[in-house]
Protein backbone atom coordinates (compact mmCIF):
# COMPACT_ATOMS: atom_id res chain seq x y z
CA UNK A 1 0.00 0.00 0.00
CA UNK A 2 3.08 2.36 0.88
CA UNK A 3 4.64 1.80 -2.59
CA UNK A 4 0.77 2.60 -4.33
CA UNK A 5 0.23 5.92 -2.23
CA UNK A 6 4.06 6.72 -3.31
CA UNK A 7 3.23 6.10 -6.95
CA UNK A 8 0.50 8.22 -6.96
CA UNK A 9 2.05 11.33 -4.73
CA UNK A 10 4.81 10.71 -7.97
CA UNK A 11 2.49 11.09 -10.88
CA UNK A 12 0.58 13.74 -9.18
CA UNK A 13 3.89 15.61 -8.61
CA UNK A 14 4.76 15.26 -12.30
CA UNK A 15 1.41 16.48 -13.57
CA UNK A 16 1.67 19.39 -11.17
CA UNK A 17 5.78 20.43 -12.39
CA UNK A 18 4.52 19.92 -16.19
CA UNK A 19 1.21 22.13 -15.99
CA UNK A 20 3.00 25.23 -14.24
CA UNK A 21 6.13 24.27 -17.24
CA UNK A 22 8.44 23.23 -14.80
CA UNK A 23 11.42 20.81 -15.44
CA UNK A 24 13.90 18.87 -13.22
CA UNK A 25 16.29 16.24 -13.33
CA UNK A 26 15.08 12.26 -12.46
CA UNK A 27 16.80 12.34 -9.57
CA UNK A 28 15.51 15.49 -8.36
CA UNK A 29 11.83 13.30 -9.15
CA UNK A 30 12.82 10.44 -7.23
CA UNK A 31 14.58 12.59 -3.70
CA UNK A 32 11.61 14.92 -3.88
CA UNK A 33 9.05 11.51 -4.11
CA UNK A 34 11.46 10.14 -1.47
CA UNK A 35 11.34 12.76 1.01
CA UNK A 36 7.28 12.42 0.50
CA UNK A 37 6.95 9.27 1.53
CA UNK A 38 9.81 7.47 3.24
CA UNK A 39 9.69 4.49 0.37
CA UNK A 40 11.03 3.37 -2.68
CA UNK A 41 8.62 3.72 -5.91
CA UNK A 42 7.74 0.38 -7.37
CA UNK A 43 8.20 0.03 -10.61
CA UNK A 44 9.82 2.87 -11.98
CA UNK A 45 13.06 2.76 -13.37
CA UNK A 46 15.21 5.98 -15.38
CA UNK A 47 13.83 4.48 -18.48
CA UNK A 48 10.08 5.05 -17.40
CA UNK A 49 11.07 8.58 -15.44
CA UNK A 50 12.05 10.23 -19.28
CA UNK A 51 9.06 8.59 -20.69
CA UNK A 52 6.71 9.80 -18.12
CA UNK A 53 8.93 13.32 -18.27
CA UNK A 54 8.17 13.34 -22.11
CA UNK A 55 4.14 12.32 -22.24
CA UNK A 56 3.78 15.45 -19.19
CA UNK A 57 6.31 17.70 -21.55
CA UNK A 58 4.03 16.98 -24.66
CA UNK A 59 0.82 17.57 -22.52
CA UNK A 60 2.04 21.27 -21.29
CA UNK A 61 3.90 22.57 -24.60
CA UNK A 62 7.06 21.96 -23.33
CA UNK A 63 7.95 19.82 -26.64
CA UNK A 64 6.20 22.02 -28.25
CA UNK A 65 7.93 24.86 -27.41
CA UNK A 66 10.84 22.66 -29.03
CA UNK A 67 9.37 22.22 -32.40
CA UNK A 68 7.88 25.60 -32.15
CA UNK A 69 4.75 25.07 -34.04
CA UNK A 70 2.12 27.47 -32.30
CA UNK A 71 -0.73 25.05 -32.60
CA UNK A 72 -2.06 23.06 -30.33
CA UNK A 73 -1.29 19.98 -31.78
CA UNK A 74 -0.52 17.44 -28.83
CA UNK A 75 -3.54 15.27 -29.99
CA UNK A 76 -2.39 15.21 -33.75
CA UNK A 77 1.48 14.58 -32.64
CA UNK A 78 2.17 10.70 -34.50
CA UNK A 79 5.77 10.26 -32.95
CA UNK A 80 7.21 10.28 -29.41
CA UNK A 81 10.04 12.42 -28.37
CA UNK A 82 13.38 11.53 -29.71
CA UNK A 83 16.40 10.19 -27.98
CA UNK A 84 18.32 13.64 -28.89
CA UNK A 85 14.97 15.73 -27.77
CA UNK A 86 14.79 13.93 -24.66
CA UNK A 87 18.54 14.54 -23.89
CA UNK A 88 18.22 18.20 -24.59
CA UNK A 89 15.14 18.97 -22.64
CA UNK A 90 17.30 17.23 -20.14
CA UNK A 91 19.85 19.17 -19.66
CA UNK A 92 18.29 22.56 -20.75
CA UNK A 93 18.14 25.15 -18.26
CA UNK A 94 17.01 28.46 -19.70
CA UNK A 95 14.16 29.47 -21.40
CA UNK A 96 13.69 32.75 -23.59
CA UNK A 97 10.57 34.18 -25.61
CA UNK A 98 8.98 30.86 -24.86
CA UNK A 99 11.81 28.97 -26.47
CA UNK A 100 14.06 26.12 -24.64
CA UNK A 101 17.78 26.57 -24.64
CA UNK A 102 20.89 24.96 -23.51
CA UNK A 103 23.65 27.06 -21.82
CA UNK A 104 27.76 26.43 -22.95
CA UNK A 105 27.82 24.58 -19.48
CA UNK A 106 24.44 22.74 -20.23
CA UNK A 107 26.00 21.75 -23.85
CA UNK A 108 29.34 19.97 -22.04
CA UNK A 109 27.39 18.15 -19.26
CA UNK A 110 24.82 16.64 -21.92
CA UNK A 111 28.19 14.96 -23.65
CA UNK A 112 30.30 14.15 -20.26
CA UNK A 113 27.74 13.32 -17.24
CA UNK A 114 25.15 10.98 -17.30
CA UNK A 115 22.19 12.66 -15.64
CA UNK A 116 22.31 16.70 -15.50
CA UNK A 117 22.30 18.58 -12.06
CA UNK A 118 19.46 18.59 -9.73
CA UNK A 119 17.64 21.83 -10.45
CA UNK A 120 14.31 22.89 -9.83
CA UNK A 121 12.61 24.73 -12.54
CA UNK A 122 14.27 26.11 -15.85
CA UNK A 123 15.12 29.78 -16.05
CA UNK A 124 13.21 32.24 -17.80
CA UNK A 125 15.55 35.21 -19.26
CA UNK A 126 14.62 38.29 -19.53
CA UNK A 127 15.67 40.35 -22.55
CA UNK A 128 18.36 42.56 -20.72
CA UNK A 129 20.16 39.15 -19.80
CA UNK A 130 20.44 37.74 -23.19
CA UNK A 131 21.61 41.10 -24.69
CA UNK A 132 24.50 41.02 -21.82
CA UNK A 133 25.18 37.18 -22.33
CA UNK A 134 25.79 37.80 -26.37
CA UNK A 135 27.46 41.02 -25.83
CA UNK A 136 30.30 39.40 -23.58
CA UNK A 137 30.46 36.54 -26.68
CA UNK A 138 33.92 36.12 -28.00
CA UNK A 139 34.74 36.82 -31.44
CA UNK A 140 35.50 34.01 -33.10
CA UNK A 141 39.55 34.97 -33.43
CA UNK A 142 39.30 34.27 -29.57
CA UNK A 143 38.34 31.03 -29.87
CA UNK A 144 39.86 28.93 -27.66
CA UNK A 145 39.74 25.03 -25.79
CA UNK A 146 38.31 26.68 -22.88
CA UNK A 147 35.76 28.54 -24.59
CA UNK A 148 32.45 26.59 -23.68
CA UNK A 149 33.98 26.23 -20.01
CA UNK A 150 34.73 30.26 -19.95
CA UNK A 151 31.17 30.94 -20.99
CA UNK A 152 29.86 28.60 -18.68
CA UNK A 153 26.42 29.30 -18.00
CA UNK A 154 26.38 33.20 -19.82
CA UNK A 155 25.13 31.51 -23.39
CA UNK A 156 22.02 30.04 -25.57
CA UNK A 157 22.83 26.93 -27.85
CA UNK A 158 19.66 26.05 -29.92
CA UNK A 159 18.19 22.48 -30.13
CA UNK A 160 19.33 22.18 -34.07
CA UNK A 161 22.60 24.00 -32.76
CA UNK A 162 22.90 21.19 -30.21
CA UNK A 163 23.01 18.43 -32.91
CA UNK A 164 25.33 20.49 -35.23
CA UNK A 165 27.45 20.43 -31.93
CA UNK A 166 27.17 16.68 -31.47
CA UNK A 167 28.40 16.32 -34.92
CA UNK A 168 31.53 18.34 -34.74
CA UNK A 169 32.35 16.09 -32.09
CA UNK A 170 32.42 12.99 -34.31
CA UNK A 171 34.30 14.15 -37.37
CA UNK A 172 37.66 13.43 -38.01
CA UNK A 173 40.25 16.18 -39.61
CA UNK A 174 38.88 14.79 -43.20
CA UNK A 175 35.59 15.47 -42.31
CA UNK A 176 35.86 19.10 -41.62
CA UNK A 177 36.38 20.01 -44.65
CA UNK A 178 33.08 17.97 -45.67
CA UNK A 179 30.75 19.37 -42.89
CA UNK A 180 32.69 22.68 -44.32
CA UNK A 181 31.20 22.67 -47.89
CA UNK A 182 28.12 21.67 -46.65
CA UNK A 183 27.74 25.19 -45.25
CA UNK A 184 29.41 26.76 -48.14
CA UNK A 185 26.19 26.20 -50.70
CA UNK A 186 27.56 28.81 -53.21
CA UNK A 187 30.84 27.72 -53.21
CA UNK A 188 32.78 30.89 -53.05
CA UNK A 189 34.67 29.03 -50.09
CA UNK A 190 33.06 31.31 -46.95
CA UNK A 191 29.68 30.81 -45.09
CA UNK A 192 27.66 33.43 -44.02
CA UNK A 193 25.10 33.49 -41.35
CA UNK A 194 21.78 32.84 -43.90
CA UNK A 195 24.04 29.75 -45.59
CA UNK A 196 24.76 29.01 -41.66
CA UNK A 197 20.72 29.12 -40.46
CA UNK A 198 19.37 27.18 -43.66
CA UNK A 199 21.97 24.25 -43.61
CA UNK A 200 21.90 24.00 -39.51
CA UNK A 201 18.88 22.16 -39.78
CA UNK A 202 20.33 19.41 -41.91
CA UNK A 203 22.02 18.11 -38.54
CA UNK A 204 18.33 17.89 -37.10
CA UNK A 205 17.26 15.36 -40.20
CA UNK A 206 20.85 13.50 -39.86
CA UNK A 207 20.46 12.74 -36.34
CA UNK A 208 17.04 12.42 -35.43
CA UNK A 209 14.41 12.15 -37.97
CA UNK A 210 12.73 8.34 -39.36
CA UNK A 211 12.68 8.21 -42.88
CA UNK A 212 14.89 11.41 -43.72
CA UNK A 213 12.31 13.62 -41.97
CA UNK A 214 12.99 16.37 -39.93
CA UNK A 215 11.38 16.63 -36.92
CA UNK A 216 11.67 20.38 -36.51
CA UNK A 217 10.15 20.71 -40.41
CA UNK A 218 7.34 22.32 -38.83
CA UNK A 219 8.88 24.99 -36.76
CA UNK A 220 9.01 28.77 -38.03
CA UNK A 221 11.48 29.90 -35.97
CA UNK A 222 12.22 33.79 -35.39
CA UNK A 223 16.06 34.19 -36.18
CA UNK A 224 16.73 34.59 -32.58
CA UNK A 225 20.78 35.32 -32.37
CA UNK A 226 22.64 32.75 -29.95
CA UNK A 227 25.81 32.33 -28.74
CA UNK A 228 27.00 30.53 -31.81
CA UNK A 229 25.68 32.77 -34.46
CA UNK A 230 27.48 35.82 -32.30
CA UNK A 231 30.91 33.91 -32.17
CA UNK A 232 30.91 32.87 -35.89
CA UNK A 233 29.08 36.04 -37.90
CA UNK A 234 29.41 39.01 -34.70
CA UNK A 235 26.80 40.94 -33.09
CA UNK A 236 25.35 42.35 -36.58
CA UNK A 237 25.81 39.26 -38.24
CA UNK A 238 28.06 40.45 -41.14
CA UNK A 239 31.14 38.19 -40.43
CA UNK A 240 32.01 35.62 -42.88
CA UNK A 241 33.32 32.44 -41.65
CA UNK A 242 36.55 30.72 -43.46
CA UNK A 243 37.53 27.15 -43.42
CA UNK A 244 40.34 27.79 -41.11
CA UNK A 245 37.37 29.56 -38.31
CA UNK A 246 35.58 26.79 -38.94
CA UNK A 247 38.38 23.94 -38.75
CA UNK A 248 40.03 25.58 -35.76
CA UNK A 249 36.24 25.93 -34.01
CA UNK A 250 36.13 22.20 -34.81
CA UNK A 251 38.82 20.83 -33.31
CA UNK A 252 39.12 23.31 -30.05
CA UNK A 253 35.59 21.85 -29.43
CA UNK A 254 36.73 18.63 -29.67
CA UNK A 255 39.95 19.89 -27.43
CA UNK A 256 37.67 20.81 -24.47
CA UNK A 257 35.27 17.94 -24.30
CA UNK A 258 38.49 15.00 -25.04
CA UNK A 259 40.04 17.60 -22.22
CA UNK A 260 37.15 17.53 -19.55
CA UNK A 261 37.04 13.96 -19.48
CA UNK A 262 40.67 13.53 -18.68
CA UNK A 263 40.70 16.11 -16.04
CA UNK A 264 37.74 14.59 -14.43
CA UNK A 265 39.72 11.63 -13.58
CA UNK A 266 43.25 12.75 -13.58
CA UNK A 267 42.57 14.95 -10.15
CA UNK A 268 45.28 18.09 -11.63
CA UNK A 269 47.88 14.74 -12.47
CA UNK A 270 49.76 14.30 -16.00
CA UNK A 271 48.58 10.69 -15.67
CA UNK A 272 44.89 9.05 -15.87
CA UNK A 273 45.07 5.72 -14.72
CA UNK A 274 44.74 2.57 -16.89
CA UNK A 275 41.69 1.22 -15.16
CA UNK A 276 40.22 4.95 -15.68
CA UNK A 277 40.93 5.09 -19.26
CA UNK A 278 39.19 1.71 -19.50
CA UNK A 279 36.05 3.61 -17.33
CA UNK A 280 36.09 6.37 -19.84
CA UNK A 281 36.22 4.08 -22.74
CA UNK A 282 33.38 1.90 -21.82
CA UNK A 283 31.10 3.94 -20.18
CA UNK A 284 28.63 4.94 -22.92
CA UNK A 285 29.04 1.57 -24.71
CA UNK A 286 26.25 -0.74 -25.20
CA UNK A 287 27.94 -2.90 -21.99
CA UNK A 288 26.39 -3.79 -19.10
CA UNK A 289 27.68 -3.31 -16.05
CA UNK A 290 29.19 -6.97 -15.19
CA UNK A 291 30.84 -6.77 -18.40
CA UNK A 292 32.56 -3.32 -18.00
CA UNK A 293 33.69 -4.55 -14.63
CA UNK A 294 35.05 -8.20 -15.92
CA UNK A 295 36.90 -5.45 -18.28
CA UNK A 296 38.34 -3.07 -15.69
CA UNK A 297 39.71 -6.26 -13.66
CA UNK A 298 41.02 -7.80 -17.17
CA UNK A 299 43.20 -4.68 -16.83
CA UNK A 300 44.11 -4.59 -13.36
CA UNK A 301 45.28 -8.05 -13.06
CA UNK A 302 47.16 -7.80 -16.44
CA UNK A 303 48.56 -4.47 -15.72
CA UNK A 304 50.88 -5.20 -12.31
CA UNK A 305 52.74 -1.64 -11.85
CA UNK A 306 50.42 1.38 -13.12
CA UNK A 307 51.99 3.20 -16.02
CA UNK A 308 49.49 6.09 -16.41
CA UNK A 309 48.39 7.37 -19.48
CA UNK A 310 48.95 10.53 -20.52
CA UNK A 311 47.00 13.33 -22.16
CA UNK A 312 48.70 12.74 -25.29
CA UNK A 313 48.17 9.48 -25.60
CA UNK A 314 44.07 10.08 -24.69
CA UNK A 315 43.70 12.52 -26.93
CA UNK A 316 45.09 10.82 -30.17
CA UNK A 317 42.96 7.25 -29.06
CA UNK A 318 39.89 9.69 -28.77
CA UNK A 319 40.59 11.59 -32.35
CA UNK A 320 41.07 7.83 -33.24
CA UNK A 321 37.96 7.27 -32.75
CA UNK A 322 36.65 9.59 -35.22
CA UNK A 323 37.93 7.61 -37.98
CA UNK A 324 36.04 4.29 -37.27
CA UNK A 325 34.65 4.12 -40.48
CA UNK A 326 38.55 4.76 -42.18
CA UNK A 327 39.35 1.90 -39.83
CA UNK A 328 36.44 -0.35 -40.95
CA UNK A 329 38.16 0.00 -44.43
CA UNK A 330 41.87 -0.45 -43.52
CA UNK A 331 40.22 -4.01 -41.42
CA UNK A 332 38.21 -5.32 -44.10
CA UNK A 333 41.34 -7.45 -45.26
CA UNK A 334 40.74 -9.29 -42.13
CA UNK A 335 37.17 -10.01 -42.44
CA UNK A 336 38.04 -11.82 -46.13
CA UNK A 337 40.55 -13.66 -44.28
CA UNK A 338 38.63 -14.43 -40.79
CA UNK A 339 41.90 -13.48 -38.96
CA UNK A 340 41.65 -11.29 -35.51
CA UNK A 341 43.77 -8.22 -35.28
CA UNK A 342 47.28 -8.42 -33.54
CA UNK A 343 48.42 -5.18 -31.92
CA UNK A 344 50.92 -4.53 -34.62
CA UNK A 345 48.00 -4.61 -37.23
CA UNK A 346 46.19 -2.45 -35.03
CA UNK A 347 48.97 0.09 -34.70
CA UNK A 348 49.67 0.11 -37.70
CA UNK A 349 45.45 0.64 -39.30
CA UNK A 350 45.76 3.37 -36.66
CA UNK A 351 48.52 5.52 -38.40
CA UNK A 352 46.95 4.72 -41.95
CA UNK A 353 43.53 6.43 -40.67
CA UNK A 354 45.65 9.17 -38.31
CA UNK A 355 48.93 10.10 -39.47
CA UNK A 356 49.51 9.67 -35.58
CA UNK A 357 51.43 6.81 -34.34
CA UNK A 358 49.83 5.43 -30.45
CA UNK A 359 52.35 4.28 -27.90
CA UNK A 360 53.01 0.99 -27.14
CA UNK A 361 51.59 0.77 -23.85
CA UNK A 362 48.53 2.71 -24.90
CA UNK A 363 47.75 -0.20 -27.36
CA UNK A 364 48.80 -2.73 -24.95
CA UNK A 365 45.93 -1.75 -22.81
CA UNK A 366 43.41 -1.43 -25.27
CA UNK A 367 44.17 -5.17 -26.00
CA UNK A 368 44.05 -5.95 -22.07
CA UNK A 369 40.10 -3.89 -22.35
CA UNK A 370 38.92 -6.51 -25.22
CA UNK A 371 41.17 -9.15 -25.35
CA UNK A 372 39.51 -11.50 -23.57
CA UNK A 373 41.32 -14.68 -23.93
CA UNK A 374 44.86 -12.87 -23.85
CA UNK A 375 45.53 -14.37 -26.73
CA UNK A 376 47.12 -10.99 -28.38
CA UNK A 377 44.65 -10.23 -31.08
CA UNK A 378 40.90 -8.95 -30.64
CA UNK A 379 38.12 -9.02 -32.84
CA UNK A 380 38.13 -6.02 -34.80
CA UNK A 381 34.47 -6.34 -35.43
CA UNK A 382 33.18 -6.00 -31.57
CA UNK A 383 35.91 -3.40 -31.14
CA UNK A 384 34.45 -1.28 -33.68
CA UNK A 385 30.78 -1.81 -32.74
CA UNK A 386 31.85 -0.96 -28.95
CA UNK A 387 33.57 1.76 -29.69
CA UNK A 388 30.86 3.60 -32.82
CA UNK A 389 28.30 3.45 -29.21
CA UNK A 390 31.22 5.33 -27.64
CA UNK A 391 31.70 7.33 -30.01
CA UNK A 392 28.01 8.57 -30.22
CA UNK A 393 27.78 8.27 -26.54
CA UNK A 394 25.55 5.72 -26.28
CA UNK A 395 22.77 7.72 -28.49
CA UNK A 396 22.89 4.89 -30.96
CA UNK A 397 21.80 1.55 -28.15
CA UNK A 398 19.60 4.04 -26.16
CA UNK A 399 17.40 5.01 -29.86
CA UNK A 400 17.85 1.18 -30.39
CA UNK A 401 16.26 0.96 -27.65
CA UNK A 402 13.81 3.10 -26.92
CA UNK A 403 12.44 2.07 -30.92
CA UNK A 404 12.24 -1.55 -29.15
CA UNK A 405 10.29 -0.47 -26.32
CA UNK A 406 7.36 1.82 -28.25
CA UNK A 407 5.07 -0.86 -27.44
CA UNK A 408 5.55 -0.94 -23.52
CA UNK A 409 5.93 2.85 -23.61
CA UNK A 410 1.77 3.46 -25.32
CA UNK A 411 1.08 0.73 -22.31
CA UNK A 412 2.69 2.73 -19.67
CA UNK A 413 1.12 6.07 -21.16
CA UNK A 414 -2.28 4.30 -21.15
CA UNK A 415 -1.38 3.42 -17.59
CA UNK A 416 -0.60 7.18 -16.70
CA UNK A 417 -3.78 8.73 -18.21
CA UNK A 418 -5.59 6.26 -16.48
CA UNK A 419 -3.93 7.62 -13.02
CA UNK A 420 -4.25 10.78 -14.16
CA UNK A 421 -8.38 11.12 -14.41
CA UNK A 422 -8.17 10.42 -10.44
CA UNK A 423 -6.31 13.34 -10.04
CA UNK A 424 -8.00 15.63 -12.45
Not at 215 to 241: A, N
Not at 246 to 272: D, P, Y
Request: aromatic content about 12%.
Amino acid sequence: MAAISCRRTFLLYCKRNFEQKRTFSNRSILTRCLKNNKVAVAGFSTACFLSLSAYYAKRSGILQVLHASGEEDSAKSKTTPTYREMRFLQFASVEYKGVIYMTPQDFLESVTEEMPRPRIGRASLTEGEVGSWLKRTPNRRYGSTKLFRNLHEKGLISYTEYLFLLCVLTKSNSGFRIAFNMFDTDGNQIVDKKEFLVLESVFSKKEDAPNNEDPLSKSVEPVQDTTLLVHFFGSKGRDVLKYEDFHRFMENLQSEVIELEFLEFSKGLATISEEDFARILLRYTMLDRSNIEECITRVRSRTPSEKGISFDDFRKFCQFLNTLDDFTIAMKMYTYADQAVSKEDFQRAVFVCTGSNLSSHLVDTVFNIFDADGDGHLSYVEFISIMKDRLHRGSRHMASHLMHTQDKWSAFKSCVKNEMRTYS
